[in-house]
């Protein structure tokens, strides 16, 4: 027996699959664990910059100076109080607007019977495709004040008034940008819950002479809680990680968050300040989630919609409320999807900032030569070699990690889900959901630290495309992990043991059994962090240099300068690739779908 039991162990241990596994785990054990290990460990010790702040630092001498000097110092009120505030008002208010906007709109959309709601659907979700700082920009071409200098907006032009600071800078216009972008995210969410609402549990409500408000509010949108919760903590965990549409926004007026207090301490060269800040943004993040877990994790039962005596879905009438409902939603998609994008066309066709006249538009922006007395001197988009490096990095990140990432998402999931129960599998599911609690420019605050210098036998890493591509799969690794698990799970385990009858290989089983079943879900995962990838700021800011940079960190870079033309141009060029992008991938998985349904 020991001797067989020796066999099994050895049998199991020099399996491919076990080695796969304990590669993963070492690799994202450094790529996930390192960099927070490492960021801690930075605002701990005194760094060598420090020195030119503090006389009695002593560079890699431990001290608790920076947490100190952060909670308690004569600057705490400036640098960490009044940001902690503002992000959470900022992001509370705007997660419960998107929330509530969203969720009205997924009633609407799935549940009812208003007209036009296939086509509707996807212009609703327009903003997510948008990068996060194109509202910003946007917001400022409708209501910037010439009394804060500068050009006047489109409000102002039109009006003869000049809109109230508050309008142009500050924390009404970060709400409300916010709020537009990120509903889409509510939406998504509280649409597939509630499709799966038993329409009997409304029938009855009906017959017992309950009003369709009281029907939303006491069985609807009760028996959704969890994707309610799930929206929010979403939706407020990716405001407070976001620093270009409050930095846009809010610098003008000194309105600080904690990202962009983060930003600016690393801009300026202090970096233990700049660290604690993202420890503080993580700890933020985890407290929310744990939160959401607590709420939920021990009353699941309570929100079972679909059991085994039936399920209906039938639309709500709205009667003489339908066609009104079918404008209420026309306008929020008009005004939240078709009217930015308009604007930032609209934007880039003008010569001059703050002329809104005809004879102002040009398609210098788009197809100039260089001109001294245009933009600085540089030229359209389309002739500018800056501008084109950056496209071609923006493409080849975003199919590079999205590729890599789907791959690995699926082999995690397979793993996690054949293995489910063991060590292994815990250990893995685990690592890979940790990067889900860092905020982006958290992240990348982290990576930053930890590839800065070489460590061993790891080079530096800091300017190379490596470094984006090695950071933007980290983080895009919780979501295609679910997806592959999902896939996995789909696909039975009867297939891979015949195979294995056969003599089969695991790798071989994986490449022509598991990998040709699950195409589904690497395509899903891959969409999601193509798109992601394509708008990523925050979390690559901190990282790219003049040879990497991408279209959104040159686009961010002529908006500080100044050049909205150019950025909104660049943004709009990031919009189209996505679709372009998603629409490759959907139609060679399609393809795939298709060969595997003819065998």
Not at 382 to 396: D, E, F, H
Not at 466 to 481: A, C, G, R
Request: glycine share 8%.
């Amino acid at each position: 027996m020991l001797e067989r039991w020796l066999n099994y162990v050895l049998f199991k241990v020099t399996s491919f699959q076990f080695l796969i596994s304990v590669l993963l785990i070492i690799a994202l054990t450094y790529l996930v664990l390192g960099p927070l290990f490492e960021l801690i460990w930075r605002t701990l010790t005194w760094g060598e910059r420090d020195t030119r702040f503090f006389r009695q630092a002593v560079p890699g001498e431990l001290t608790l100076f920076h947490w100190k000097y952060m909670m308690f110092g004569p600057s705490a009120q400036a640098i960490l109080l009044e940001p902690l505030r503002n992000t959470l008002i900022t992001g509370m208010i705007a997660a419960a607007l998107a929330l509530g906007l969203g969720s009205i709109l997924a009633w609407l959309i799935v549940r009812t019977d208003m007209p036009g709601q296939r086509w509707l659907q996807p212009v609703l979700t327009l903003p997510y495709i948008v990068p996060s700082f194109a509202l910003a920009l946007v917001w400022e071409t409708l209501f910037r004040s010439s009394q804060l200098g500068g050009a006047a907006g489109l409000f102002e032009n039109s009006s003869g008034i000049a809109p109230a600071n508050w309008m142009a800078y500050g924390p009404v216009p970060i709400i409300v940008a916010m709020t537009i972008q990120y509903y889409p995210f509510a939406f998504l969410l509280v649409a597939g819950a509630l499709a799966t609402v038993d329409s009997q549990l409304v029938e009855s409500a009906e017959l017992l002479g309950a009003s369709r408000w009281t029907i939303l509010r006491k069985i609807t949108f009760p028996l959704v809680t969890p994707a309610l919760w799930a929206a929010f903590i979403l939706i407020f965990g990716r405001t407070i990680g976001n620093f270009a549409l409050p930095f846009l926004l809010g610098a003008p007026v000194q309105f600080y968050t904690l990202s962009t207090m983060l930003f600016s301490s690393l801009k300026l060269g202090m970096e233990a300040r700049g660290y604690t800040l993202a420890l503080l943004l993580i700890l933020l993040t985890g407290a929310v989630i744990y939160l959401n877990q607590r709420v939920l994790g021990h009353h699941s039962r309570r929100f079972e919609t679909i059991g085994g005596k039936g399920f209906k879905a039938n639309p709500t009438l709205l009667g003489r409320w339908r066609w009104p409902c079918f404008a209420l939603v026309c306008a929020t998609a008009l005004i939240t999807a078709v009217l930015p994008v308009g604007l930032m066309i609209y934007r880039t066709l003008m010569l001059i900032e703050g002329r809104y006249g005809f004879d102002n538009f040009t398609l210098h922006y788009w197809i100039g030569d260089s001109n001294p007395e245009i933009a600085h001197g540089q030229p359209g988009v389309l002739q500018n070699s800056v501008i084109l490096g950056a496209t071609w990095n923006s493409i080849r990140l975003a199919a590079l990690g999205s590729a890599i990432c789907g791959v690995l998402g699926l082999v995690i999931g397979y793993i996690v889900v054949r293995n489910r129960g063991s060590w292994i599998s815990k250990l893995l599911d685990q690592i890979s959901f940790v990067p889900f609690l860092f905020p982006a420019i958290a992240l990348g605050a982290m990576y930053l630290s930890l590839f800065a210098v070489q460590r061993g036998p790891i080079p530096a890493l800091y300017g190379t495309f490596v470094l984006l591509v090695l950071i933007v799969t980290v983080d895009k690794l919780p979501y295609t992990t679910r997806t592959g698990a999902n896939a996995v799970t789909q696909i039975g385990q009867e297939l891979e043991e015949a195979a294995e009858i056969q003599g089969a290989s695991w790798l071989r089983r994986f490449w022509q059994v598991v990998f040709p079943l699950s195409a589904s879900g690497l395509i899903a995962g891959m969409m999601l962090s193509f798109v992601s990838i394509m708008r990523e700021l925050s979390l690559i800011i901190f990282l790219v240099t003049p040879s990497t940079g991408v279209l959104m960190t040159v686009g961010f870079r002529f908006a500080e300068e100044g050049q909205p033309q150019l950025a909104n141009a660049l943004i709009l060029l990031v919009t189209l690739i996505t679709i372009a992008g998603e629409l490759i991938v959907w139609w060679l998985g399609k393809g795939r779908l298709a060969r595997l349904q003819e065998k």
